[in-house]
C-alpha cells in the first residue's frame, strides 16, 4: 500500500484574529489563509512544511522565527508593516503591494524569488540570502 495524498480543510475559529496554534508548532501541510481580513497574527517560530498563503488578509506582521519550506504569499497585506527577523522561505516571497514593508530582515534567506513591486524597500541587506531573482526594488 502506498501513501496518498489528502487534502483536509480545516474550519478554526481565531482567537482575536490569532490563527490558534502554540508556539513552536509544526504545520506538515500548507495553511491557506487567502482573503480571510480577521488574520492578524500568527504563533511565535511557526514552521510550516508547504506554503503559507495569507494573499489579502490583515496580517501585521510575521512572528519571530518564521520558518515556511514552500512560498510565502503576501501580496495586497496593507497591514503589514514588519517580517520577521530569522524568516526563512524555501520557496518565493510575494510582498507585492505591501506600502508599508520599508526594508528586509538581515537575517532574510528566500530560496527562490522576491517580489518587491508596490513595496519601499531599496536595498537587500548584506547578511541576505536570496537564492532567486528580485523583482522590483525601490530605486533610491
Do not use: W
Request: glycine share 10%.
Amino acid at each position: 500500500m502506498t501513501d496518498t495524498p489528502v487534502s483536509v480543510f480545516v474550519s478554526v475559529r481565531l482567537d482575536q484574529g490569532t490563527i490558534p496554534l502554540r508556539p513552536h508548532a509544526t504545520v506538515t501541510g500548507s495553511l491557506d489563509f487567502e482573503g480571510l481580513g480577521a488574520i492578524v497574527a500568527l504563533p511565535d517560530a511557526l514552521t510550516i512544511e508547504g506554503d503559507l498563503l495569507l494573499r489579502g488578509t490583515s496580517i501585521e506582521a510575521l512572528p519571530p522565527f518564521l520558518t515556511v519550506r514552500g512560498r510565502i504569499d503576501l501580496e495586497g497585506c496593507k497591514s503589514l508593516t514588519t517580517l520577521s527577523e530569522n524568516l526563512n522561505v524555501g520557496g518565493d516571497l510575494d510582498l507585492e503591494l505591501c506600502h508599508k514593508i520599508t526594508n528586509l530582515p538581515h537575517n532574510l534567506i528566500v530560496g527562490g524569488n522576491l517580489y518587491l513591486a508596490g513595496t519601499r524597500v531599496c536595498a537587500i541587506p548584506l547578511m541576505a540570502v536570496i537564492r532567486g531573482e528580485v523583482y522590483d526594488l525601490v530605486r533610491g
